[in-house]
């Protein structure tokens, strides 16, 4: 059996870190803005895209970690340098037909001259697009890092004035909505902030990305009619900016 192509290999790097999702091919396309047909075929070996962003935002919705980050983005430009069949190309891109007549020495010289020229140049940029994305990756695994907190002090009326001394710190998108229970559509609060706070985590209800983690919190005001809550609700994981869903060392709410 020969070797996997580097095309393949990124292909599979792709369906491992989706597998671990759960998630289907529908569900990713959504959330990263392209076809289903598109992304199948990235996952399937059938194409390249030409730019890293896409994966990236692919490996992010996979809660892919920094290191599995920098792994894709090697797989990639592996795979950046390896030619498409002959079937893929443009007519017009074909221009490499052979000629009757030998070029004359000089001409040949010259030829082999640009293609050092152009494959050291490709050699430098491939060596800069890694360490931009290694530099990315890393801010990218800080924007999507979570603060844990102790000492803290959250009284919670819906739960008889327990208690909460331990948090964590997670940006999140504003305007996000709150609800009663992580299987109830009803709304009870809002976080306006795009940074909140977290106490504790539930399976629930499948979100529009396709998770089921729900977390516990406050939100900064209370639905019109919903005031009794004092703002105390579930928030989907598709709002909250992190890596890892459920959050690392996060206690799970009591059922």
């Given at each position: 059996?020969?070797?996997?192509t580097?095309?393949?290999?990124?292909?599979?790097?792709?369906?491992?870190?989706?597998d671990?999702?759960?998630?289907?091919?529908?569900?990713?396309?959504k959330?990263?803005?392209?076809?289903?047909s598109?992304?199948?075929r990235?996952?399937?070996?059938?194409?390249?895209?030409p730019?890293?962003?896409?994966l990236?935002q692919f490996?992010?919705e996979c809660q892919?970690?920094?290191?599995?980050?920098?792994?894709l983005?090697q797989?990639?430009?592996r795979?950046?340098?390896?030619p498409?069949p002959?079937a893929e190309?443009g007519?017009?891109?074909?221009?490499?037909t052979?000629?009757?007549?030998?070029?004359?020495p000089v001409?040949r010289?010259t030829?082999?001259?640009?293609?050092?020229?152009?494959?050291?140049?490709?050699l430098l940029?491939t060596?800069?697009?890694?360490r931009l994305g290694?530099?990315f990756?890393a801010?990218?695994?800080t924007?999507?890092?979570?603060?844990?907190?102790s000492?803290?002090?959250?009284v919670?009326?819906?739960q008889?004035?327990?208690?909460?001394?331990r948090?964590?710190v997670c940006?999140?998108?504003?305007d996000?909505?709150?609800?009663?229970?992580?299987?109830s559509t009803?709304?009870v609060?809002?976080?306006?902030?795009?940074?909140?706070w977290f106490v504790?985590?539930?399976l629930?209800?499948?979100q529009?990305?396709?998770?089921r983690?729900?977390?516990y919190?406050?939100?900064?005001?209370?639905?019109p009619?919903?005031?009794?809550?004092?703002g105390?609700?579930?928030?989907?994981s598709e709002?909250?900016d992190?890596?890892?869903?459920?959050?690392?060392?996060?206690?799970q709410?009591?059922?």
């Open positions: 059996m020969s070797a996997p580097a095309v393949e290999d990124l292909a599979t790097y792709l369906r491992q870190l989706k671990k999702t759960g998630r289907s091919y529908d569900a990713l396309a959330r990263l803005n392209v076809g289903k598109t992304l199948h990235y996952c399937s070996g059938e194409g390249v895209p730019r890293f962003t896409l990236e490996a992010k892919a970690s920094q290191a599995e980050i920098i792994e983005h797989r990639w430009v795979a950046q340098t390896v498409l002959e190309f007519a017009q891109q074909r221009v490499e052979p000629l009757p007549d030998s070029p004359p001409l010289k030829r082999t001259w640009w293609t050092l020229a152009g494959l050291t140049a490709l940029a060596v800069l697009i890694w290694q530099d990756s801010d990218a695994e924007a999507h890092h979570c603060t844990e907190r000492g803290v002090k959250h919670d009326a819906r008889g004035g327990h208690v909460w001394t948090d964590f940006a999140n998108r504003p996000t909505p709150l609800y009663l229970d992580v299987d009803e709304k609060a809002v976080l306006d902030t795009p940074k909140s504790c985590w539930r629930g209800r499948v529009g990305d396709g998770g983690v729900w977390y919190t406050r939100g900064d005001r209370a639905e009619g919903k005031e009794r809550w004092e105390w609700g579930f928030v989907g709002h909250v992190a890596t890892i869903h459920p959050l690392p060392n996060m206690p709410c009591d059922t």
